[in-house]
């Protein structure tokens, strides 16, 4: 099966700052790349996607890049304010099923 | 609205009892699944469905049950809990299993004792 790694496993950055969350994969037929945010307590939400004819996609201040010759893509949040704090997962769609990340908890310092 | 619906929401039970956790999505999706996420392991999937009466294994199916006889509901069926069971559910649903965005349910928090 798919093997996804996710790295940091934990970030914090000053209010304001930018954000980068990395995962890697390993097949090479994976075709879709979400991301999610999950709240303390609360389900996961997805906050962007890519799909794999696109390498770049913003949602203002969220941004995700993906490079399918490296197996890699990447989750940029610019001027970090507090609400951005939450865990982050990467996942990635092949075929049917998907696999996720082992999350990222990212805290922005006030 | 359009949502995912979780039943129940905690369930404490002991090893042995069957039980079942209910899902049902009322955005006619397709695309229903199952996972499990434990501390330091994200989330796992056990079961999915792309459709009534199509269902196949994900990355952690043992020990699970599950059905699609109709299309707004797909519930997870524990057998025989054990206590590597414990952990937090949740059920999602898309519009198909490609390229589409996952809506979750709020989560089933279950400890088997």
């Known amino acids: 099966g798919e093997n996804v790694e996710q790295h940091p496993s934990t970030l914090s950055v000053q209010e304001g700052d930018s954000a980068v969350i990395k995962c890697t994969y390993s097949?090479?037929?994976?075709?879709?790349f979400p991301w999610y945010k999950q709240e303390l307590g609360k389900r996961p939400q997805l906050i962007i996607d890519i799909r794999s004819n696109v390498g770049e996609k913003k949602d203002q201040r969220i941004a995700v890049t993906l490079n399918k010759t490296a197996k890699h893509f990447s989750l940029h949040i610019t001027e970090t304010q507090p609400e951005d704090s939450a865990v982050y997962f990467c996942a990635v769609n092949t075929g049917n099923q998907f696999y996720f990340g082992t999350g990222t908890s990212l805290t922005v310092i006030p | 609205e359009a949502q995912v619906t979780q039943n129940p929401r905690y369930l404490i039970t002991v090893t042995g009892k069957k039980l079942t956790v209910t899902c049902s999505q009322n955005?006619?999706?397709?695309?229903m699944s199952w996972y499990r996420q434990d501390p330091g392991l994200g989330l796992r999937q056990i079961y999915y469905?792309?459709?009534?009466?199509?269902?196949d294994k994900g990355d952690v199916p043992e020990g699970y049950k599950v059905s699609r006889k109709e299309k707004r509901n797909f519930p997870l069926i524990l057998e025989s809990p054990s206590p590597n069971q414990t952990s937090l559910y949740f059920c999602?649903?898309?519009?198909?299993?490609?390229?589409?965005?996952?809506?979750f349910g709020d989560g089933t928090r279950l400890s088997i004792l």
């Open positions: 097949d090479s037929a994976s075709n879709y």
């Open positions: 999602a649903s898309s519009v198909d299993s490609s390229n589409q965005p996952q809506h």
């Open positions: 469905s792309m459709n009534v009466e199509v269902t």
């Open positions: 955005m006619n999706h397709e695309y």
